[in-house]
């Protein structure tokens, strides 16, 4: 603060004597930047009163508030951090390390630590310069990586490298006689140094479970290879250095062992997460060139002299009476025009947004109490109805608004253009999120998705013994849901709602063909990512019958049975039926394997391609002081697969839903 008078009266001088001028952290002074931008502009307009040698240098930020013609008008230079894991790991030697402190210079201060046996301190720091670019370049995934955008710097690595030659040193301090303390370093390694970042608590489970690939017994022996699980090349381009091996020879084991494009296996994952971070460069890079684009309306002013016709007239029918006089002044070139494509595709989006939820009608339906106390199911839907009917008669209002402008009615306010711009590039109104769902589909797959959740609320509000199991994705709070179950379980069953937890039960087969569940309800509707579900199967050995086969007729001859047991026709066909058994066996009649469906399953790893698969029906069973199994992972649920949204006070995300527990053949390391 107070700096800009300073930096103005510099320039000036400067710009008389000739001397260089350097500015930093130009984004720091919001208020001076209109300042500077006047200033720039008053050098090329002086620029003969100007000393040839006077030199004006900026640093700042990129932030939208930065003048823009001051970019236009000087030349620009942009540093970026290194990308990738080798070009990580050589900047860190470069800048962090050095001779001393990986092969000492006798009575030097690493001594202590590089006299350890084994060469631990050598391994353990080279395994810290791993993690460090791990973590770093995880976020390059987008939110498979992390569910929030971290900036670990250099600090924390040097603070982690002073954790861990404190914490060497104290066990030489008490006799060296003392393990190493391998779970101090991690836990404050992972909790404290990198951890402090961290705001999200399932990325801290992550983080967590990346230090135990760093640090752990199995570093300090030859050989280890920091990448567990891939093909024989990439697990030897996870190969640590020899302990014997000084500065250069590890700056050169860097440069020529580790990969210059980095397998996702380097980072624990899938080779599907190439697939996700490809696609979220791609899309960035097409959700800058459609900002770079600014249609223009052209039809309107065209339109506005010709739009006579009833007031009371549909608004979609003005807009298709004047687009045909449009095309038909214009000819063939008016069809791709960017009024000619907003007004199509807003006539269409009118006719297939849905009616509104009819919850007066529907009220009668629905028990008012539940157990003797209110229905907390019921108060979830009509919630959800309001906030359904709040979306539908915004985006019709807008909708209807923007027609009207288009035809010249009524004048292009400015959230009008932005949502003439939206429609045009096919994605979704700012204006409809702030009412909306959280949604992460183009505008023509987010309306026939909001049909799609407007009939199942309609199924609900107005058939509610037709819903057997429950749409959870689409809810606007589904976490309100989850405790609406909870809450109806505490009063039916007289207990404390905070001692109650989710048991989780996957049930095979169709929505169709559930009923209904007496406690918990049954959910459907759930993607996994980075995961598939697999039913166990079992192989059963059954005997070719060619001869045993009976006939329809045969069948209803034999049903009979008697009410104080088995009848005398089934004892005589159980008698024939293993005498046939005994004499196939004996004549050596072949047999043939039966596969089926166990009615179990477990989480396996992603198929190769797949990066979303469907998720079963589960069956969500509110549980009494719940203790989580060890045979299971807990599933962080999202209502979106960015993950990422805004802390509450409680510190949990609003994306977040619920931890569901799935069965897992692996550690939950592995996931």
Not at 162 to 176: K, P, W, Y
Not at 352 to 375: C, I, K, Q, W, Y
Not at 582 to 602: A, I, N, P, V, W
Request: proline share 4%; net charge negative; charged share 25%.
């Amino acid at each position: 603060q107070g700096q800009g008078s300073r930096a103005t009266a510099m320039i000036e001088a400067a710009k008389r004597s000739g001397h260089w001028v350097l500015l930093q952290n130009v984004h720091l002074a919001k208020s001076w930047c209109e300042e500077l931008d006047r200033i720039v502009q008053s050098l090329d307009e002086n620029s003969h009163s100007i000393s040839p040698k006077f030199r004006l240098f900026l640093t700042s930020l990129p932030v939208d508030y930065f003048p823009v013609n001051v970019l236009q008008s000087c030349i620009k230079m942009t540093t970026e951090p290194p990308t990738g894991v080798k070009a990580n790991m050589l900047r860190t030697m470069e800048m962090h390390l050095d001779e001393e402190m990986l092969n000492g210079d006798g009575g030097g201060q690493y001594d202590d630590v590089l006299g350890i046996d084994g060469g631990v301190w050598k391994k353990l720091l080279y395994s810290l310069c791993m993690f460090h670019a791990v973590v770093a370049e995880r976020k390059k995934f987008g939110s498979i990586g992390w569910n929030a955008s971290y900036n670990f710097s250099d600090s924390d690595f040097t603070t982690g490298v002073l954790t861990l030659r404190r914490m060497l040193e104290d066990m030489i301090a008490g006799g060296g006689e003392e393990e190493i303390p391998l779970d101090s370093l991690v836990f404050v390694t992972g909790q404290i140094v990198y951890g402090g970042r961290v705001t999200d608590d399932w990325d801290r489970r992550c983080l967590m479970s990346v230090m135990s690939m760093f640090y752990n017994e199995s570093v300090l022996d030859e050989g280890y290879s920091f990448i567990r699980e891939g093909t024989p090349k990439e697990i030897k381009s996870g190969l640590a250095p020899s302990k014997d091996l000084s500065y250069v020879e590890v700056e050169r084991w860097i440069s020529t062992v580790l990969p210059s494009s980095d397998p996702p296996s380097m980072f624990g994952m899938h080779s599907n997460a190439d697939i996700q971070c490809n696609k979220r460069q791609s899309q960035a890079l097409f959700d800058n060139l459609l900002d770079i684009i600014a249609p223009v309306s052209d039809v309107a002013s065209q339109v506005r002299v010709e739009t006579s016709g009833s007031k009371d007239e549909d608004v979609t029918t003005k807009l298709k009476r004047s687009k045909s006089r449009s095309r038909s002044r214009s000819g063939s070139g008016g069809l791709n025009s960017p009024d000619s494509v907003v007004s199509t595709s807003v006539s269409d989006l009118l006719i297939s947004l849905p009616d509104p939820l009819l919850e007066d009608r529907a009220s009668v339906l629905h028990h008012s109490t539940f157990h003797g106390m209110g229905n907390a199911l019921t108060v979830v839907l009509f919630q959800e109805c309001r906030k359904f009917n709040l979306l539908l008669d915004f985006v019709r209002t807008t909708l209807e608004d923007l027609c009207q402008a288009i035809l010249g009615e009524i004048a292009m306010s400015a959230r009008l253009e932005t949502m003439y711009k939206s429609i045009y590039n096919k994605v979704i109104p700012d204006a409809w999120r702030k009412y909306s769902y959280p949604s992460m589909k183009d505008l023509e797959h987010w309306m026939q998705d909001l049909t799609a959740r407007v009939d199942f609320m309609s199924a609900w509000l107005e058939r509610p013994q037709s819903v057997k199991s429950f749409w959870l994705p689409a809810l606007f709070f589904p976490q309100g849901f989850c405790t609406a179950v909870l809450q109806n379980y505490s009063r039916k069953h007289k207990v404390p709602i905070n001692v109650l937890g989710f048991a989780y039960e996957v049930v095979m087969g169709e929505v169709k063909d559930q009923e209904s569940v007496e406690e918990g309800v049954m959910v459907h509707g759930l993607f996994m990512q980075g995961m598939r579900w697999a039913w166990e199967v079992e192989e059963v050995e059954v005997e070719d019958d060619d001869d045993d086969e009976t006939t329809d007729e045969d069948d209803n001859d034999d049903v009979l049975v008697e009410e104080d047991g088995e009848s005398s026709v089934e004892k005589k066909k159980e008698k024939e039926k293993k005498k046939k058994k005994k004499k196939k066996k004996q004549e050596g009649h072949t047999t043939s394997l039966l596969t089926r469906f166990t009615g179990k399953g477990y989480i396996a790893d992603e198929t190769s391609g797949q990066t979303i698969s469907p998720c079963p029906i589960l069956h969500f069973l509110p549980d009494e002081d719940h203790v989580v199994e060890s045979d299971v992972y807990v599933t962080p649920c999202y209502k979106t697969s960015l993950r990422s949204g805004t802390l509450g006070t409680s510190g949990i995300s609003t994306n977040f839903v619920v931890g569901i527990e799935l069965p897992s053949s692996r550690g939950k390391e592995f996931w």
